[in-house]
């Protein structure tokens, strides 16, 4: 039955303001938007309680740590090394052509065309990682491996280059949300002075953009981070830092890589269990501050 | 002079850069037709697989994708519908509001893995589900929830303020102002959120593959309680045998199907917003 049924559903009214009744439809979608919370609260208190017996046991070296046996001891450090390094490579391989390609398609195409590119971006975000594996697998690795005479393809460097092709389309959609999000008045009076559309665009358009800009590369710094099977394909799986520490060419591992390849050996038992939590909240950690970042700009992006 | 030249020259190198973003939709798309489609075929959609994926098709994986990403969707979508209404037509604390928005948020940033290890220990271990089918289902539904949430809520979001204001006039409860103005205005925003959560959904592989999946042995689960096969992890297992030239053809086999299944939840998706787009342009 419907709570309009209810004389009282409209609520008493309180110092002349309306509030809303408080029938089932009201507390069901209150525990409904509970959920989000709860889901959120659950993640957290898990990676926390599960990764202490590992942190206790390991203590500092968990994070500083260079070696993973398991049964003996556990260090991290290669595993956010990895990560670190492969969304940086990814950064600097796909920066270019995102903001290129959002400033293009900000300022220079019409709307139709606009929407036909945002629907090309919309589309590449959604192939499934494992595809986006495949293909690193079978073409980008080894082509890798040719041009520049590796014995192994899997590497940091094609991690990076899969992960660059990934989150470009994330970068690009929410810098042209932010570009377009600039007055077209600013503009017209920058053209007024009579700079060229480039001068205009670049002198104008992106300072005032660059807060949402940064935001939406924070917000693909998180998407790199996190992405765990088409970097588990490519990235070789060695838990290692390589000497000298720039060599991109050397197989790494990244922490989501690392906890797709070994949880399921000790799903939920023993110190190995716990150290992969452990590994999961640096994470989570790592993801958050990025994401955190990127939030602070993107608001003060739109005032 | 040199300031035209310039223009020109930073226009063409602008347009390069879109038009190498672009070319990599149509770079991907012929890589995995041109190696899924030899694999592809009838018997190859139809027929169960053999000898761990090396002969035979990928009919159970096909249902597995299928069953695990619908019922991801209908678990989620209600929750998703019910929190976004919450936001915008119960609650007024603007501070609660903000909390839940950054809850939501917060989840969407979560890398998926975690939703798998720590969704295992939540659902499969202290609620003793196990790798099955509801573990994996509830998982991929608390993943997909912000995803169809922030839609819903956009959706909600956009009705232009004097339709609510009619609703009010008319002295509607906010229940009958749900039923009668705000869903049916936001039909298509709601429309597209759940399309894009199972379309995320459906192209997941890192939070099912240790809670819900099997690579050999499961065919269609014949309860809730048992594991399932799907495209996702049959890829991932096969792409392992890398040296295996049988193992990876039919890896693409997979991957193409696995990719006309979320391409086609993701067209849908972007034809349900044009709609959403035309009708408030009425």
Redesign the interface.
Known sequence: M???ADPQ??GPERNGRY???R?P??W??????C???G??G??LG??VA?SLPALRSQGWPFLLGKDWFVGENYGALPMIYGSVMATALALALAL??????A???AE??PARARLI?K??????A??????Y???G???LAPWIKDAFGLIDGNSLLAAGALLG?MV??TV?TLSEDALRSVPAEYRENALSLGL????VV?SVAVPQALPGIAGAVF?GV?RA?????AVL?VIGGIDRIPSPWYDVFSPGQSI?SK??RE??ES??YGLHWNA??GL?LV??LM??A??FAG?LFLRRARP | MRRRLVDSATRGLLFLTTLAGCSLLALILTAVVGRGFPSMSIEFLTREARDFGLDGGIFHQIAGTLILTASAGIVSFPIALGSALFQTEFLKSAGLKQALRIATYTLNGVPTILFGLTGYMFFGALLGMGVSWVTGALILAVMILPTVQISVLEAIESIPAHYRESGMALGLTPWAQIRSIVLPQSFYGIVTGVLLGLARAAGETAAIMFTATAFSGAGIPRSLARPVSTLQTHILVLAQEAVNPKAVANAWGAGLALTALVFALMLSALWARSRLRLESHR
């Open positions: 419907s709570p309009s559903a409209n509030f809303p009744g029938g439809a009201y069901v979608c209150a525990g409904f938007a959920v989000a919370l889901a959120a659950i993640l898990y990676l599960e270019p052509f995102a903001l290129g390609g400033v293009f398609v220079f195409l590119v629907s090309i971006m919309e589309l590449l959604g192939v499934p990682g494992i595809v594996g495949l293909l697998m079978s073409f092709i470009l389309p690009m060229t559309q480039t001068e670049f917000l998180g981070m996190g992405e765990t099977i394909l989501p906890l797709g949880a399921a799903l939920g992969l939590m999961g994470l989570l993801t958050m990025v994401a939030n």
